[in-house]
T-cell receptor
Framework: AQSVTQLGSHVSVSEGALVLLRCNYSSSVPPYLFWYVQYPNQGLQLLLKYTTGATLVKGINGFEAEFKKSETSFHLTKPSAHMSDAAEYFCAVSDSGTSYGKLTFGQGTILTVHP | GAVVSQHPSRVICKSGTSVKIECRSL??????MFWYRQFPKKSLMLMATSNEGSKATYEQGVEKDKFLINHASLTLSTLTVTSAHPEDSSFYIC?????????FGSGTRLTVV
């Protein structure tokens, strides 16, 4: 069975500061890992995903994440926060070792960006 | 990119009535649709997986008779909340597998009064 733990339900940063959202996973198969962003009362938008290959994954809006198998982590970073980054972020793992199995989500991290 | 259109975005219904939520894949064929429920300030909980032409697979603890899922075609999946009660009030989201991963609908806010 898969599980995802996001450390910190709330993260607050100043505009221009580094954003770091933590995600650890457990999986019995090689994981496919995802980061999604959700704005209030909206669906989820894919930021980036890791399947195989390069462990540093670049996504939209300047976000990137690094897959570290030894640490079972997939932390999301952005060098400089914008006000528009304020949203809730979900880390997820696919259960079948493919892109199309069931997704297991972390509990979410709400990012607040202060002027 | 791929789009999943979900309707309605908001619905208010009276207790005891039924509500249907539709998810359509607009520019791709979705043989599978995942249905999630999201409680306030909580993560997404997978309710069921629908497959075109076959019965949906429900997660443990989800009432099949209350949450009817139909996947009538390769572009349409529906979730019907039957005999709705206030505790069914929630945010419901559908998702279809697609390149590069999964495409989510915009969600339906259901309020049962």
């Amino acid at each position: 069975a898969q599980s995802v733990t996001q450390l910190g339900s709330h993260v607050s940063v100043s505009e221009g500061a580094l954003v770091l959202l933590r995600c650890n996973y457990s999986s019995s198969v090689p994981p496919y890992l995802f980061w999604y962003v959700q704005y209030p009362n909206q669906g989820l938008q894919l930021l980036l995903k890791y399947t195989t290959g390069a462990t540093l994954v670049k996504g939209i809006n300047g976000f990137e994440a690094e897959f570290k198998k030894s640490e079972t982590s997939f932390h999301l970073t952005k060098p400089s926060a914008h006000m528009s980054d304020a949203a809730e972020y979900f880390c997820a793992v696919s259960d079948s070792g493919t892109s199309y199995g069931k997704l297991t989500f972390g509990q979410g991290t709400i990012l607040t960006v202060h002027p | 990119g791929a789009v999943v259109s979900q309707h309605p975005s908001r619905v208010i219904c009276k207790s005891g009535t039924s509500v249907k939520i539709e998810c359509r894949s607009l520019d791709f064929q979705a043989t599978t649709m995942f249905w999630y429920r999201q409680f306030p300030k909580k993560s997404l909980m997978l309710m069921a997986t629908s497959n075109e032409g076959s019965k949906a697979t429900y997660e443990q603890g989800v009432e099949k008779d209350k949450f009817l899922i139909n996947h009538a075609s390769l572009t349409l999946s529906t979730l019907t909340v039957t005999s709705a009660h206030p505790e069914d009030s929630s945010f419901y989201i559908c998702s279809a597998p697609d390149v590069p991963g999964y495409t989510f609908g915009s969600g339906t806010r259901l309020t049962v009064v």
